[in-house]
Nanobody
Framework: QVQLVESGGGLVQPGGSLRLSCAAS????????IGWFRQAPGKEREGVLC????????YSADSVKGRFAISRDTAKNTVYLQMNSLKLEDTAVYYC??????????????WGQGTQVTVSS
């Protein structure tokens, strides 16, 4: 059974940093791409970053380039989202999701439950 569990969200001041984790079970990262998405209040869910099964990174949101980074630990079967220089507009529920294959261009498969990130002074 595929399961994704996000953690690491919280309240942070503008300019601060957070690292989100996405712990995967029921499959291995060696065979599936994993993406991070976010949904701000009143807005549609949007893609942020994705990492393929071979470790290639795809940015889906230009607004996070130079500030956010995605990585993975295959031994822990966990994907991370490092968020630096956080802005008020980064406030959202952050989700991780599998892709239905090795590439970030493939459709989304399973979603995690999400973790809240609030950027506020």
């Amino acid at each position: 059974q595929v399961q994704l569990v996000e953690s690491g969200g919280g309240l942070v001041q503008p300019g601060g940093s957070l690292r989100l984790s996405c712990a995967a079970s029921g499959f291995t990262l060696d065979y599936y791409a994993i993406g991070w998405f976010r949904q701000a209040p009143g807005k549609e869910r949007e893609g942020v970053l994705c990492i393929s099964s071979s470790g290639g990174v795809t940015y889906s949101a230009d607004s996070v380039k130079g500030r956010f980074a995605i990585s993975r630990d295959t031994a822990k079967n966990t994907v991370y989202l490092q968020m630096n220089s956080l802005k008020l507009e980064d406030t959202a529920v952050y989700y991780c999701a599998t892709r239905r294959g090795r590439r970030c261009t493939q459709p989304v498969g399973s979603w995690g439950q999400g973790t809240q990130v609030t950027v506020s002074s």
